[in-house]
């Protein structure tokens, strides 16, 4: 939908505000949003209601939830250009999330493969949100009546189930949403755990040496990806199946320097070791995450303009949602507001 205003194309997109941002994130989601602002009118969130569907500590989620948004406007999210919100803070979200699931078969909630790995991990305490999960990220999506979302691999079943959602709606109350359409980047969309490259990274990896931080030291950075997990060939080309240590580098020296996978394959075919390959790859990785730490750094302990960053961003999210609920009410048979 455009924006009246601004005539331009709607974007949302969000990360859970859980701990501290890894490569993956950076690569595969805050890389991609911040080269969309200025051409759609951008909005990004931060799901803390999402974040409560597995166990958590409420002072640290307080405390990541501040950290996220410095590191979102560290990674270039410029809150004069686009909007940072905070889900808690609009009504709007768990509202359109109740009427949406009071039309989403159960059963399609329970094959959701992120529902069915998590749950695993939680045993007999899953809980319901768990399941309820893709209906909130739904509603997220459709309470703006986005056009495109930006998202890394793992999250294009979330996707799905939206377009299914709003064409249901659509045929049951009337045309009211437009079906979103996933964006995902043509490198970074799934970067995978150093040590083990057949899973992605995640800050929950068991082995810590699997994920670079933003946080982390330089000399870090590089000690993770010296030694991260490769093969005996000694040969660098891109075969994500046979090869994932090597195209799983490949893709973060692409994605870390706007380069093509081609290209970067290219650049190192003709090495026979991969040590020069992955030094070059550290490299490529503290040239991209130095200035973000740098500002990070110097905006982390910004309280009160941390506050205002959400605060501006949650009048506009505000009037957006209020306006898109009264009619969603209106279509479903509420009386609405007095
Ligand atoms: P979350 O918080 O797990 O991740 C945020 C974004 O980062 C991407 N990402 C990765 N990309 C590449 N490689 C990785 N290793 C990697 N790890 C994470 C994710 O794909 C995501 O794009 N459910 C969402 C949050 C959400 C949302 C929304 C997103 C809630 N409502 C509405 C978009 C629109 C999630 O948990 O992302």
Redesign the pocket.
Known sequence: MFNMETKKKVI?????P?GKLHL??L???TNNWQRMIGDYDCLFFL?DQ?AITMPHIPAELRKNTLDCVAQYIACGLDPKRCKIFLQSQVIGHAELMWVLACITPIGQLERMTQFKDKSKKVGDSVCAGLLF?PV??AA??LLYNADL???????KQ?LEITRDIAQKFNGTFSETFILPEPYIGET?????ALQNPTV???KSDSNQNSVVYLVDSDDAICKKIMGATTDSSGEISFDPENKPGIANLLDIYAASTGQSIADSVAEFSHLTSYASFKQSVADAVIAKITPIRTLYQSIAGEKEYLLSVLKDGRQDAQKRASKMISKIYRKIGFLGNL
């Open positions: 949302l997109t969000g990360m859970q859980t993956g994130s690569l595969g989601a799901p999402h999960y909130l990220m997220d999506i979302v930006p998202i890394g691999d793992d999250q979330h970074g969309a799934r970067i995978m992605k990274m995640s």
